[in-house]
Antibody, heavy 114, light 109 residues
């Protein structure tokens, strides 16, 4: 079964950091670009970042550049999102997805609040 | 920065046909934007319906189709079912990354 499982979300204070993980199974993880997408409460989807199959290329939405770092470990079939200098507006459910495989995780909630 | 625009809301009758569109502020949407369409129901993760303009996954109901129409990406639902009531999002590729539209809330009534 093709599956993506996110973890690492939680409550964090403004200015804090988190590392989200996305564990993949059931497909050839190393063959697909991977993406993070977030959704603030009651809002639409926002593309956050992506990483190339071999991790050599990354792209970010303007609003997260310099604070977010996407990476992957193909040996472990895991993708990461390091989030630094968290702001209230980063509060959202963070999804990982392989667009071309059509697969989405169930999401992990990040709440930034003091 | 590009803006991707969708109809905020649409209503379709059961069994009816409706077309949702996805426009780009930079000009005509082309196959180079690699349009995607997603369905999201309350409390659930998004589900991919259409990839790269008009391709379907194995789970995509046959009543959904994707195309380019009048300079926009389009998602057509033919023979709407009550379970199709949901939020629909398009996604386009630009040189700097990807951009979602604001979503269309589709009501089947």
């Amino acid at each position: 079964e093709v599956q993506l499982v996110e973890s690492g979300g939680g409550l964090v204070q403004p200015g804090g950091s988190l590392r989200l993980s996305c564990a993949a199974s059931g497909f050839t993880f190393s063959s697909f670009w991977m993406h993070w997408v977030r959704q603030a409460p009651g809002k639409g989807l926002m593309w956050v970042a992506n990483v190339k199959t071999d991790g050599s290329t990354t792209n970010y939405a303007d609003s997260v550049k310099g604070r977010f770092t996407i990476s992957r470990d193909n040996a472990k079939n895991v993708m990461y999102l390091q989030i630094n200098s968290l702001r209230a507006e980063d509060t959202a459910v963070y999804y990982c997805t392989s667009l071309s495989a059509g697969t989405w995780g169930q999401g992990t909630l990040v709440t930034v609040s003091s | 920065q590009a803006v991707v625009t969708q109809e905020p809301s649409l209503t379709v009758s059961p069994g009816g046909t409706v077309t949702l569109t996805c426009a780009s502020s930079t000009g005509a949407v082309t196959s180079g934007h690699r349009p995607y369409w997603f369905q999201q129901k309350p409390g659930q993760a998004p589900r991919t319906l259409i990839y790269e303009t008009g391709n379907k996954h194995s789970w995509t109901p046959a009543r959904f189709s994707g195309s380019l129409l009048g300079g926009k990406a389009a998602l057509t639902l033919s023979g709407a079912q009550p379970e199709d009531e949901a939020e629909y999002y398009c996604l386009l590729l630009y040189s700097g990354g990807w951009m979602f539209g604001g979503g269309t809330r589709l009501t089947v009534l």
